[in-house]
């Protein structure tokens, strides 16, 4: 079990950026696969993008691809989401998510067994 929080959200204009952080609590982060997902009112929840334990694989929803970047501290328990060119239909609760293993195999829900509160991101046309 980990226990995930996520902190950035905020309301900004297109075109704009903004980070959101997730920190995590448990001793074992540095061991499992982070991600990304995101819900708009009306619509279900969706995955945004990952990362392996190591760094070196991450994972995008095409919608994001070139704008959205994921990366992650081991030695601060952090992962980050860098959103750039933020668009209208970004706008969404973020939550972050600590998969089950080291490595994510397919970019569903139930790869990840710990998900924090979210955070809201708001953009403006």
């Known amino acids: 079990q980990v226990q995930l929080a996520e902190s950035g959200g905020g309301l900004v204009q297109a075109g704009t950026s903004l980070r959101l952080s997730c920190t995590a609590s448990?001793?074992?982060?540095?061991?499992?696969?982070m991600g990304w997902f995101r819900q708009a009112p009306g619509k279900e929840r969706e995955f945004v993008a990952a990362?392996?334990?190591?760094?070196?694989?991450?994972y995008y929803t095409d919608s994001v691809k070139g704008r959205f970047t994921i990366s992650r501290d081991n030695a601060k328990n952090t992962v980050y989401l860098q959103m750039n060119s933020l668009k209208p239909e970004d706008t969404a609760v973020y939550v972050c998510?600590?998969?089950?293993?080291?490595?994510?195999?397919?970019?569903?829900?139930?790869?990840?067994?710990?998900w924090g509160p979210g955070t809201q991101v708001t953009v403006s046309s």
């Open positions: 998510a600590a998969a089950r293993g080291p490595e994510i195999f397919v970019l569903t829900e139930n790869e990840f067994g710990s």
């Open positions: 448990g001793h074992t982060f540095s061991d499992l696969a």
């Open positions: 990362i392996s334990w190591s760094g070196r694989n991450t």
